[in-house]
């Protein structure tokens, strides 16, 4: 049974920075898609940034040139550096995986920012 756990969530200053890391347990092959959502409170889920197989990111305007994602493919482990964080950043971030016929959910992470 495949699950994804994450870690490196937590409280910090506006401006500070967190790094986030989500790791799949179980045998899990062929991981297209590797990706970080958010939901605020009275909010939808959103797509916050991608990354594929071969290392193509995308992300959402609102974090493009603060947030970094990354993949180690040996390790079935994504990342998300966040730094200039502010307080529209606070939100529960998932991770999910993505293999073609089966999307894989992480069971999220608080991320909270202060002003």
């Known amino acids: 049974q495949v699950q994804l756990v994450e870690s490196g969530g937590g409280l910090v200053q506006a401006g500070g920075s967190l790094r986030l890391s989500c790791a799949a347990s179980?045998?899990?092959?062929?991981?297209?898609?590797m990706g970080w959502y958010r939901q605020a409170p009275g909010k939808q889920r959103e797509s916050v940034a991608l990354?594929?197989?071969?290392?193509?990111?995308n992300y959402a305007e609102s974090v493009k040139g603060r947030f970094t994602i990354s993949r180690d493919n040996a390790k079935n482990t994504v990342y998300l550096q966040m730094i200039s964080l502010q307080p529209e950043d606070t939100a529960v971030y998932y991770c999910?995986?993505?293999?073609?016929?089966?999307?894989?959910w992480g069971q999220g992470t608080q991320v909270t920012v202060s002003s």
């Open positions: 999910k995986f993505s293999t073609g016929p089966v999307d894989y």
């Open positions: 179980g045998s899990i092959f062929r991981i297209n898609i």
């Open positions: 990354i594929t197989s071969g290392g193509t990111t």
